[in-house]
């Protein structure tokens, strides 16, 4: 996609190990892919952000701008990895995360992206701990999802994508889930825990007061829904780069968020499991501008 992050990162000082050479191979701080070689670069040894890169294959999690990695998606799923029964994503500094089927469900890959009918969801092999690392660093979010609506269908109950402690569906750190609103309605809800929803007690540990909207269903056609939370609390919900919703959700994620697991397309427990097709997941650990969310939507 076009965005182009903000650096979090400062580039190497030259004469140090992570100044590089000239060639195909950079001698760099390396990623995960090479964690004892001083060599990386390239798909195989990713390189981590703050080192030199020639192209974005070159950078762990990243992009590369201006010859330096530099910080992209925190977690960005590659639906060109799914083997029948899971498929891969990549993580900050390029550690890699499998989501794996759930027993008894049907899923997938078409030329549009990953297809769920209904019958259950992914998840993820174990925590997505880099993930909260620098959300907490940062106190700051976005979700990014693209999905299709499978033709002809009428708006129905959903969960697309959670994060929720280990064992304990109750207490799922963020949710975005589709429902009805009506015949022919739907509605998109946003749930996120921060220390300050944690003092409301039930509702509270499941990230209520939750953000939604409401529209006409688009069946068909693909849909890029963005949920955007800053330090300051404020909150957006962006449906095909239009502001649909904002709230104000204060609090921080330190005391909020602690080891989860990823689940698409239904909840930990296997249950509103959703029916439509997933073509983009990605989460940011900064809050993401209108500008940023034009470029994603104008980007290849």
Known sequence: MGYEPRSAAESAEPGSDAEGEVGSQRSNTPGAGSPNDALCGGPEAPCRIGSQCEEDSDCAGGTCRASVCEEGALLRIDLATWDGESLGGLGLDGQGIRL???????????????????????????????????????????????????????????????????????????????????????????????????????????????????????????????YTWDETGAETLWNEGVMMATGSRPGTLREAWTAQRLFVGATQGGGAAWTGTLTELAFYCEALTGPDIAALLSGP
Do not use: K, W, Y
Not at 151 to 160: D, I, K, Q, Y
Not at 177 to 203: D, K, N, Q, V, W
């Open 100 to 226: 794996v089927a759930a027993e008894g469900a049907s899923v997938t890959r078409t030329d549009q992206g990953l297809n769920f009918d209904g019958s259950g969801g992914l998840a993820s092999n174990g925590p997505v701990n880099p993930l909260i690392a620098r959300c907490h660093e940062r106190n700051a979010l976005s979700l990014v999802i693209s999905f299709i609506v499978p033709a002809g269908s009428t708006p129905e109950a959903g969960r697309l994508v959670e994060l929720s402690e280990v064992n304990r569906p109750s207490h799922s750190n963020i949710s975005l889930a589709r429902s009805a609103a009506g015949p022919e309605e739907e509605a998109l809800e946003i749930r996120m825990r921060t220390s300050e929803t944690l003092s409301l007690g039930a509702a509270g540990a499941l990230g209520e007061p939750s953000l939604s909207v409401t529209g006409a269903s688009l069946p068909g056609a693909q849909r890029t829904v963005v």
